[in-house]
């Protein structure tokens, strides 16, 4: 358990508000490492390219996404083919994608990553801003050399050049 980290039942997790949010596991609250200048305009770019090419999905920057009954993560970015209508998302984005931070650790995101994975989550990306650098999970991480594709209905693909414009 981290330092900042404090035990409440889920449901005064849902119901309350943080700034920044962060996420619940297994009764504890714990802190995101939020992200500097290139996570932000990773997370920019990303959003901005997703709602423009593709305008029939549904964008949610740190959106909290249930991911299990005693937890909700928040990823930097995930796309619905149909809007939730909820606050929390009970039912799996299309797509999670997570921007590393320099404080992240490997053993968390891998974590993080087969939990969206036995959520249902169909389609993860991992971004890396300071090597330029993009990945997909299948049940491990595998690197991304052209674009971003999801192979079903609604197809969404992303250049990676596009996504780390203006680093």
């Known amino acids: 358990m981290s330092m900042n980290a404090v035990l409440a039942p889920i449901e005064e997790y849902l119901e309350t508000d943080y700034s920044p949010d962060r996420e619940f596991i297994d009764g504890t ?8 200048r290139s996570h932000s305009l990773v ?13 029939k999905v549904f964008v949610w920057p740190e959106q909290r996404v249930r991911t299990t009954p005693t937890r909700c993560r928040i990823p930097d970015v995930c796309v619905t083919a149909q809007d939730p209508l909820s606050d929390v998302f009970e039912t799996p984005p299309l797509i999670c994608i997570e921007i590393l931070s320099r404080r992240d650790e ?3 995101l891998l974590e ?8 249902g989550v169909r389609y ?12 997909y999970h299948d049940g491990g991480l595998r ?3 052209s674009a971003f594709a999801t192979s079903e209905d609604p197809l969404v693909e992303l ?4 996504v780390f414009l203006g680093l």
């Open 29 to 36: 609250v714990v802190e995101r490492h939020v992200g500097d």
């Open 43 to 55: 997370q920019r770019n990303l959003v901005a390219m997703i709602c423009v090419r593709y305008p």
């Open 106 to 108: 490997i053993s968390s």
């Open 112 to 119: 993080k990553l087969e939990e969206y994975a036995s959520a």
């Open 124 to 135: 993860i990306w991992v971004v890396d801003p300071r090597r330029k650098k993009a990945f």
């Open 143 to 145: 690197e991304v050399t």
């Open 159 to 162: 250049p990676l050049a596009d």
